[in-house]
């Protein structure tokens, strides 16, 4: 069992809906600890959305060699598994919840100028370019796999890309606070000073504390 705290999050209970990240392949997301952030959210929150990104890892898998088509095919398969193991977990949900597939996204008539903006901005040079390339190298740093990392760094900021212009896309249409056991992108937090983008959702981080079964 886990204990959930918010931290640096001082708006949080301003929100009466909630979206929770789920990183398919987190063991953060898996379990018991996926089991305890649902018990936080029926406590402080009256609807929940799933952002489950399952093809957003498809450059995960292209980073690994996979062809696109293949990684692509084993992304959405990886979240199809994930919902098939922690279906028992979703459905304590005791408040209205829905999942949104990352397809999902990608297919609305709204994505493709969120998404060219973001890598407008991207390509035309500034703190948002620098912090994503940071963040992006912070990413394959962590990979345990060397063979890769030139490809890795590439597949790593084409995800963040993608993932910002979504993130930018959900806040046009879903009221709610974003939660996510982790920190928020450094890229994240420049786009959303933008005054030129749409606002993204509030930001919830929260942390997972262990703590003995009563």
């Known amino acids: 069992m886990y204990r959930i705290k918010p931290k640096n999050s001082p708006h949080w209970k301003n929100h009466t809906a909630c979206m929770l990240s789920i990183s398919i392949g987190q063991q953060r997301h898996e379990g018991e600890r996926l089991a305890s952030m649902i018990r936080w959210i ?17 450059y995960n898998h ?23 193991r922690n279906q028992a977990a979703l ?6 919840y829905k999942v949104f597939h990352w397809d999902s996204w990608l297919k609305d008539a709204e994505f493709p100028p969120v998404r060219d903006m973001v890598q407008k901005i991207y390509a035309d ?13 912070e990413f394959v740093q962590r990979s345990a796999d060397r063979e890769y990392s030139t490809r890795a760094l590439t597949c790593s900021i084409s995800y963040i890309l993608e993932e910002l212009a979504v993130f930018t896309l959900m806040g046009k249409k879903l ?20 005054p030129d983008m749409p606002q993204m959702n509030y ?11 009563a």
């Open 203 to 213: 930001y919830t981080r929260i942390n997972l504390e262990s703590r003995a079964a």
């Open 125 to 137: 040079g500034d703190l948002f370019r620098d912090a994503v390339i940071e963040d992006a190298e």
């Open 91 to 96: 459905e304590t949900l005791s408040i209205p």
């Open 42 to 58: 029926n406590l402080h929150f009256k609807q929940c959305y799933i952002d489950l990104s399952d093809s957003l890892q498809r």
């Open 62 to 84: 292209i980073a690994a060699g996979l062809s696109e088509e293949d990684a692509w095919r084993r992304s959405l398969q990886d979240g199809l598994d994930w919902m098939e």
């Open 175 to 194: 009221d709610a606070t974003r939660v996510y056991p982790g920190r928020e992108l450094k890229s994240a937090k420049i786009l959303r000073a933008r």
